[in-house]
């Protein structure tokens, strides 16, 4: 690490400093094996046609703490409209600067099919006005939600079909993360997977990646992410990383990682998958009925008092040929134990009592004293005394005894 502050200048160190502590967020990547042992490969393969989304999806790479932080610490996105300039991104990677447009930056990473002057792509969303996010949305929601309205941000992702609920959770925690959006599908994402569906290159990849890298470059709390694509692009520029530290080799998103994510079942409906196991049926009155708004469904919990009363208890079962007797303890030494416990009750109570005792003679001592004093300055220790500092209103609550002209005393 000494010889990478030694490259950099003062900014980039103070950069440095501060991405030290940061977190590297663990990679995803699409595996066809996994699909292809889940029966689901077709369906995939349905939702991502844009070969050049498939090279990046695909990607497994490792990723290197040295080579993420030196990225990070270097990383720069120069936006001129949606215009595709000559230093858009500039990054150095073992210690050999780069500036690149984002047709170079995504020719590095080898996912271009189109040659370099060809018809422009589409850089970025700004403007989501001629994209149909509504006719889409419907087009890969499941059956019984496609009446549903989609909102920005805030549909859930329950609602997509597996296939692209899959992709939308490897875009919200790998290319475009932002706290608690796994569950919700934003419309950057949904125009990206609108992308991903077309047979042809609709935006350019290299506006996409560059903007993944500038949140975190620019932010004090997020995750470096996108580990893999670096060292894709060192390993496209010869750096030697073989002596770096390795955070985490390649992680394909796994039959037990989407289990585990709830992507590949949706709250009891069909299968996506044919020949895969069925979940128990849910308990009665375990499914809440649809609200009115919105037709969202979730699951209600039922009050104690309401709930069936509880089932006899099953006989107790003969131990197993070869394991341990069980231990009985005789009820004499019950007894023993439950005497010696009520015995250690009563003693603390005793204790509790003199301490009791103790604080009411305080208590008694001190007012005797206060009684000693008020007598000896000429006060009546049984009269009520009233602070000098007295709230509004005060008077007329408590008037002040008066004489026999009528003035007070």
């Given amino acids: 690490m000494e010889d990478y502050l030694d490259r950099l200048n003062i900014i980039q160190r103070h950069k440095l400093r501060n991405l030290c502590p940061r977190k590297i967020a ?3 990547h699409l595996d066809w094996e996994v699909f292809e042992e889940l029966s689901a490969r077709p369906q995939m393969e ?3 046609c844009s070969p050049a989304w498939r090279r990046l999806l695909t990607l497994a790479e490792p990723t290197y703490k040295e080579l993420v932080l030196e990225f990070y610490a270097t990383f720069t996105h120069t936006q001129k409209g949606n215009s595709d300039h000559a230093n858009a991104v500039q990054f150095t990677l073992g210690g050999v600067e780069h500036s690149l447009s984002y047709w ?8 271009n099919s189109r040659e370099a002057g060809g018809p422009p792509l589409r850089l970025d969303l700004a403007d989501p006005t001629d994209f149909p996010s509504q006719a889409y949305f419907q087009s890969i929601c499941l059956p ?21 609920r899959i992709l939308n959770h490897l875009m919200c925690t790998s290319y475009t993360p932002s706290a608690g959006s796994a569950n919700r599908v934003t419309l950057r994402t949904l125009w990206l997977m609108h992308a991903m569906g077309r047979s042809e290159d609709t935006i350019q990849l290299g506006s996409v990646l560059a903007r993944t890298f500038t949140k975190p470059a620019i932010s004090t709390t997020r995750a470096l992410v996108c580990g893999p694509v670096i060292t ?40 996506w998958i044919e020949g895969l196991p069925q979940p128990p049926p849910p308990a009665e009155g375990d499914q809440a009925e649809s609200s009115a708004a919105g037709g969202r469904r979730g699951r209600r ?10 089932s006899p208890s099953p006989a107790p079962r003969s131990p197993s040929p070869g394991s341990p ?17 009520n015995d250690r009750i009563l003693a603390g109570q ?3 009592h003199t301490r009791l005792d103790r604080e009411r003679d305080r208590g008694r001592r001190i007012l005797s004293g206060q009684h000693y004093i008020m007598s000896y300055l000429g006060l009546d220790p049984n009269a009520v005394h009233y602070p000098f500092v007295q709230s509004p209103g005060f008077e007329d609550e408590y008037p002040p005894p008066t004489g026999d002209g009528g003035d007070a005393v």
């Fill in 26 to 28: 663990e990679h995803h």
């Fill in 46 to 48: 349905v939702a991502v």
């Fill in 104 to 111: 170079e930056f995504a020719n590095a990473l080898r996912l």
């Fill in 144 to 164: 019984d939600s496609v009446d549903q309205q989609y909102v920005a941000s805030q549909t859930r992702a329950s609602l997509l079909r597996p296939e692209w």
């Fill in 232 to 271: 894709a692009l060192a390993r496209n520029y010869g750096v030697d990383f073989t002596w770096m530290t390795l955070v985490c080799a390649p992680s394909p998103l796994s039959e037990a990682t989407l289990r585990n994510q709830h992507l590949l079942a949706h709250h009891g409906r069909q299968r």
């Fill in 301 to 310: 919990r039922i009050p104690r008092r309401a709930q069936a009363p509880a």
């Fill in 325 to 341: 007797p069980p231990v009985v303890v005789p009820i004499s030494d019950q007894l023993a134990a439950i005497s010696q416990q």
């Fill in 350 to 352: 005793e204790l509790l």
